[in-house]
Structures are given as structure tokens and as C-alpha cells.
């Protein structure tokens, strides 16, 4: 891991080999991304939107679970957030001067249908093709995720009902047929286990429930279902052939060491940890020690694991941090976690442990267990300590994070494995869920008195990796 102070060093010997000029063909060939390959930005809508009563929107789980007293750090809600459903074309300008070419946002469920479904609200659908529209019209290709927490509060039980499952693919298709004439790629849902076991289970994000095992694990198989009847309405709706897809973050276990022992390992742990959902998805099953009775397994309607296990065009990874795993041969599972040190390097939320590697290991490990036919990075990022000091931010330490990262997928794309593009988590600086507005994951540092835009370090950065289409 490069340290600040080597990052400084490499400015300056960077400098003196003459590769920071901004021209390409400073950059060596081996530091390239393969042509064509996608470069953006994500968000969500909650996160940056604001706008929570205006134009038909009805109130999301999250609306009530950040007006919830105890909740949230600091009281902190989305009801401005980065107010971007209004400077969504300001947001666009973000990524143009970047050279984006991909952005992955997300819709607001409850813009569409208020009620979760029923009748379409058409100033909600409107909005969102006018972003799509001035997305296009500044040669930046739209990737829409269609859920990412903001579940209409108004669905009797939530994911605890099965029926919110055919809501879901009610609003999938829908919003298929609205946009499909312009956008080419659909994901599905972000990230189950976050919004299943994080909010039904631990109670830390929206609902904030803490429900026994059986329950949650039927509310994941409701979710898993949900996905898959939301590929298959977004095919039989759309206006055109589509890439459908989700973006998950599955627990990727990087071996200790990289030997062939670790690394099938690691391959075995991939299939176990992730049991409940990529697994399941990709394999259209569920593995069977999450069938045994001990393992408290959901009903399972005839026909759903065909339904959950629809092929997809392409996976996204949202990629973080590393799990370390070992070969463990004279145990059950055939490996075992390496426990994490104290002293193992972290951003500046606990969770968020530095292992660069994860993103080679996220890339190769998915690809030699499911074979999809296409990846795409679609969150990897860092809260940082960032300080606007007179005007900017030098935020350094998400550079190198950024770099490091990066530069295992770069090992990736070399190797050949299928992936076919990376979107920074985040644009800009947003409503970190209960945390708030304390965590800044942007690359844009937006003051939200002011809500100004202010391009970091990172951004320039991230501008010039873009033009070069290498790493710098």
C-alpha cells in the first residue's frame, strides 16, 4: 500500500521521468484499460436528491427511518440531501469535465408509483427522462439502477411480503417501457444484503427492524425473487434489446497467499458466504446447507429458484473491502477467515479496511466460479477526512486508495477477465445513510449550506486516468 509520503515521492519522480505531461503516449502501454472501456460515477437517489414532497413523490421507508428520532447521526434526513433532482444538469457538467462516459444513478421508486404501485405519477417519470435526455446530450451513457433503499413506504409489510416482490416487477417493467428507447443498461436491485439483513436483521439501516433468523430469511428470498421477476419484466417490456444486471456486493475472500491451495479456497468460500444471494442468483439454488432444517430455510414457491436464477447480461461488484481467507482442509468447509489485525489499515469508517487486492481477487474469483458474461465495477471508493482549505481539498489519501484499487483491476483487465467498466462511489459528497452527512465519499465536496460543487483532488485525478485510459 503506498503511504502519503510515497505518494508525495512519486509526484515528484513522476515529474522528473516526464509522466505527468498529459500526453498518452508518456503513459507505458502496460498501464492501459482495454478500448472501449467504461468509465463513471455512481449515486442513489436518496442520497443526493432531496425534493422528498415535490412534484407527486410519495414518502420511502427511508423518509420515516431518518425522521425517526435515534436514528441518523445528527438528525440528518435526505430531504435536501444534495438537492440534485433540481441541478441534475449541474451534475451532469460534474461528469463531463471528468470524461465520463457511463453514469450509474438510481430511480426513487416512490417518484414513480407513490402508493408502490397502481397508477404511474407522470411528473415522477418525466423527471427522469429529462435526466436521461441531458445525460445523452452530453455523450454520457445512463446505467439505471432501479432500487437502492428507497422502498415506498406505502407497500403493506415491506419486504416481508412476498407480493412487494410483484409490485416490484410491476414498476421494473414500467419503467423499462419509459426509458428502454435510451437506456441500454438496467440493474435490477443494490446490494440485498444491505438493505435485507442490515434492515431487517441488525436494524442499522431503514427499517430498522431486528427480526429472528427464519423471518429474515424469508424476506431475502423475497427479495432474490423480487430481482428476478424484475429482469424478466424489464425483457418483456422494453423497446429494444437491453443488458440487464444488479449491482451486489457480495463477500469477496482474498487468499492469504496466493497459491493454488488459497485460492481454490477462496473459490469455495465465494460460493458459501455469498449462499444467501449471489449464490443463489447465479446458480439459480440455493446451496444445500441453507436448505437444512437447522438452517431455518424460507418457503420456496414452485417455480422461484428458476425465476430468481434468470440469466443475466452482466454482473456489477460493488467492491470495498477484503476478506481474507486460508485453506483449512482438516475442517468442514475446507477453509477458514484469517482474523484481521488491529493494526490493519482502514479509511475513515471502521468497515472500510484497505486491501487493494480485493478488486483483482472481486474480478477473478466471480469469473472463474459463475462465468458471467460480463463485470462491471459499479461501487468501489472511500470515505476520507476531507477539508475545503481555501477553496480546495487535497484529499491524497483517496488518490492513492483510488490508484491502488484501480490498479488491481487493471491486473484484471489484463488477464483477460470480463470487465467492462469501474463507477467511482461517488460523484459527489451525500447522505451516507445513518451516518449521515459526517462521511464525505465524494470526489466533488459539496457544501451543503450552499450545496456548491467543488471538484477534490480525486476528481482531477480520476480526469486524467480517464483521458489516458491508463493508470497515472
Not at 451513457?141 to 428507497?150: I, K, M, Q
Not at 423471518?215 to 434489446?241: D, F, M, P, S, T
Not at 463477500?251 to 460460493?271: D, K, N, S
Request: charged residues 20%; proline residues 7%; hydrophobic residues 40%.
Amino acid at each position: 500500500m503506498i503511504t502519503r509520503r510515497a505518494f508525495g515521492g512519486l509526484i515528484g519522480g513522476g515529474a522528473a521521468l516526464g509522466l505527468f505531461r498529459g500526453s498518452a503516449s508518456a503513459v507505458p502501454s502496460d498501464l492501459s484499460f482495454p478500448q472501449g472501456f467504461r468509465w463513471g460515477c455512481s449515486t442513489a437517489a436518496y442520497q443526493i436528491e432531496g425534493a422528498v414532497n415535490e412534484d407527486g413523490r410519495g414518502p420511502s421507508i427511508w423518509d420515516i427511518y431518518s425522521h425517526t428520532p435515534g436514528k441518523v447521526m445528527n438528525g440528518d434526513t435526505g430531504d435536501v440531501a444534495c438537492d440534485s433532482y433540481r441541478r441534475y444538469r449541474e451534475d451532469t457538467q460534474l461528469l463531463k469535465n471528468l470524461g465520463a462516459t457511463a453514469y450509474r444513478f438510481s430511480i426513487a421508486w416512490p417518484r414513480i408509483f407513490p402508493e408502490g404501485r397502481g397508477k404511474p405519477n407522470p411528473k415522477g417519470v418525466d423527471h427522469y427522462k429529462r435526466v436521461v435526455d441531458n445525460l445523452l446530450e452530453n455523450g454520457i451513457e445512463p446505467y439505471v439502477t432501479l432500487f437502492h433503499w428507497d422502498l415506498p413506504a406505502a407497500l403493506p409489510g415491506g419486504w416481508q411480503s412476498r407480493d412487494t416482490a410483484h409490485a416490484f416487477a410491476d414498476y421494473a417493467g414500467y419503467m423499462a417501457s419509459q426509458l428502454s428507447d435510451r437506456v441500454g443498461h438496467f440493474m435490477t436491485t443494490n446490494e440485498f444484503r444491505s438493505f435485507v439483513d442490515s434492515g431487517y436483521a441488525y436494524g442499522i439501516l431503514a427499517p430498522g427492524l431486528r427480526l429472528p433468523s427464519a423471518e429474515v430469511n424469508q424476506i431475502r428470498h423475497h427479495a432474490l425473487l423480487a430481482h428476478g421477476l424484475g429482469v424478466q419484466a424489464i425483457r418483456a417490456h422494453a423497446k429494444r434489446r437491453v443488458e440487464v444486471g444488479l449491482a451486489e456486493d457480495p463477500t469477496i475472500p482474498v487468499p492469504a497467499i496466493g497459491t493454488e491451495e488459497h485460492i481454490a479456497a477462496a473459490r469455495t468460500a465465494l460460493r458459501k458466504i455469498n449462499g444467501p444471494f449471489l449464490t443463489a442468483i447465479m446458480e439459480g439454488q440455493y446451496p444445500e446447507e441453507r436448505l437444512a432444517p437447522e438452517a431455518q430455510p424460507p418457503k420456496i414457491a414452485a417455480g422461484d429458484m428458476a425465476i430468481i436464477g434468470s440469466p443475466l447480461d452482466f454482473v456489477g461488484l460493488n467492491v470495498y473491502a477484503p476478506t481474507y481467507v486460508r485453506a483449512a482442509p482438516n475442517t468442514s468447509e475446507g477453509y477458514e477467515l484469517v482474523p484481521r489485525p488491529r493494526s490493519f489499515p482502514t479509511m475513515l469508517m471502521p468497515w472500510l479496511m484497505v486491501g487493494p487486492e480485493v478488486l483483482y481477487w472481486a474480478v477473478r474469483l466471480v469469473s472463474e466460479v459463475w462465468k458471467p458474461r460480463a463485470i462491471f465495477i459499479t461501487e468501489n471508493g472511500c470515505a476520507a477526512d476531507d477539508a475545503l482549505v481555501e477553496g480546495q481539498v487535497n484529499d491524497t489519501d483517496r488518490v492513492t486508495f483510488l490508484r491502488n484499487y484501480i490498479s488491481n483491476l487493471r491486473r484484471a483487465a489484463a488477464e483477460g477477465y470480463p470487465v467492462r467498466g469501474y463507477f467511482a462511489w461517488s460523484l459527489l459528497d451525500n447522505f451516507e445513510w445513518a451516518a449521515g452527512y459526517t462521511k464525505r465519499f465524494g470526489i466533488h465536496y459539496t457544501d451543503y449550506k450552499t450545496e456548491q460543487r467543488i471538484p477534490k483532488l480525486s476528481a482531477a485525478w480520476y480526469r486524467e486516468l480517464i483521458k489516458r485510459n491508463a493508470l497515472v
